[in-house]
């Protein structure tokens, strides 16, 4: 099992920035992918970027360009830097990490609120 401790959220106001940190613990030595999510009020989730234990990464296009994604492997850890928010970036932000580099996700954290005022 692995377990993963989101950080980070809170309130900002449009235009401002939040870095998010993941710690993961338990049975980690397989992992390979890990990443964020998110799902805001009456929408599904959604991938927000993942990043593969070689460090390749991919973006939604709503965080291409004013999102950030990095791991830090001898943490245990994974960040997302986002910059530049907007309203709609208001979400819960779920921490998340798999076996498979671009399969799907074996575990999930429970998730930390970010809320963009505008």
């Known amino acids: 099992q692995v377990q993963l401790v989101e950080s980070g959220g809170g309130l900002v106001q449009a235009g401002g920035s939040l870095r998010l940190s993941c710690a993961a613990s338990?049975?980690?030595?397989?992992?390979?992918?890990m990443g964020w999510y998110r799902q805001a009020p009456g929408k599904q989730r959604e991938l927000v970027a993942r990043i593969s234990s070689g460090g390749s990464a991919v973006y939604a296009d709503s965080a291409k360009g004013r999102f950030t994604i990095s791991r830090d492997n001898a943490k245990n850890s994974v960040y997302l830097q986002m910059n530049s928010l907007k309203p709609e970036d208001t979400a819960v932000y779920y921490c998340?990490?798999?076996?498979?580099?671009?399969?799907?996700?074996?575990?999930w954290g429970k998730g930390t609120l970010v809320t963009v005022s505008s």
């Open positions: 338990g049975s980690i030595s397989s992992i390979n992918a």
């Open positions: 998340c990490a798999g076996y498979s580099s671009w399969g799907l996700m074996d575990y």
